[in-house]
């Protein structure tokens, strides 16, 4: 599924404070329309051990920054993001693949889990699952992902591996708009890192993480501020031009 534009009139929470700028886009019908509007309320999906959730919650108390993390939703229970949001006072929920019976039921829940903190934008930082159709339904163009690499380069779950094993001299990181493919969704942000004679997986991926929590703070901003547009391939930050 390509990510689509976000219907002007549908449960779009995203405008708490009534503004109703970006839902039109005047009256051309063709014309694209913002994903997201002025919005607040992130839920952030992650597995690991957080630091690119640490960074967005570093954020999110400058009310300038426009967003806030309001929870944070994880597939395992012992990741050390649940700890980094607990010590920020974030509520977590756990939907753990092992307590269903298969996929759709996972999805379904994992669904229900985001659902019930009514999130603006999803932010998955760091999560190592595929996301199903309940979650990609509910937030069409309102769901982004990092990425360790210079999409469409390396996707999938060894990104920093596959690019030194291919011998690239710049990698980096992506956000990208969640669509159902492997990170393949259009390209919101990227942020080249060189890559060093001595590195390895784990020096070269500590590099980008660095590059990859700039990146993070200063988009998922500006998209809570100014919304995305989405129009096929092409992600922009702010409303749309024509
Ligand atoms: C990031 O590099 C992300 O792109 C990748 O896993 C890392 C997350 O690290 N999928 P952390 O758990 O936020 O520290």
Redesign the pocket.
């Known amino acids: 599924m390509t990510a689509r534009p976000h219907a002007p009139g549908s449960s779009d929470r995203s405008a708490p404070d009534g503004d109703p700028s970006g839902t039109r886009t005047g009256t051309d019908p063709t014309a694209p329309r913002p994903s997201t509007r002025r919005s607040g309320r992130l839920v952030v999906l992650?597995?690991?051990?957080?630091?690119?959730?640490?960074a967005l919650l570093a954020a999110h108390d400058d009310p300038a920054w426009g967003a806030r993390v309001v929870a944070v939703v994880s597939d395992r229970p012992g990741?050390?993001?649940l700890d980094v949001a607990r010590s920020a006072g974030v509520p977590t929920a756990v939907v753990a693949m092992a307590d269903f019976p298969d996929r759709p039921a996972w999805d379904r829940a994992l669904a229900d889990a985001v659902r019930v903190f009514g999130p603006d934008l999803v932010v998955l930082?760091?999560?190592?699952r595929l996301v199903g159709p309940p979650l990609l339904e509910s937030y069409p163009g309102r769901m982004l992902?990092?990425?360790?690499a210079l999409l469409p380069a390396f996707p999938g779950?060894h990104?920093?591996r596959d690019a030194l094993a291919h011998g690239v001299r710049v990698t980096g990181?992506s956000l990208i708009v969640v669509d159902a493919g492997v990170d393949s969704g259009p390209i919101v942000a990227q942020v080249p890192v060189p890559v060093l004679d001595d590195d390895d997986e784990a020096s070269l991926?500590e590099r980008?993480?660095v590059a990859?929590r700039v990146m993070l703070v200063e988009t998922v901003g500006a998209v809570a501020r100014d919304g995305l547009t989405i129009d096929g391939r092409h992600a922009r930050v702010g409303r749309p031009v024509r």
């Open positions: 992650a597995s690991g051990a957080g630091s690119t959730l640490a990741a050390g993001a930082a760091g999560f190592m992902n990092t990425h360790p779950a990104a920093v990181c991926h980008i993480k990859e």
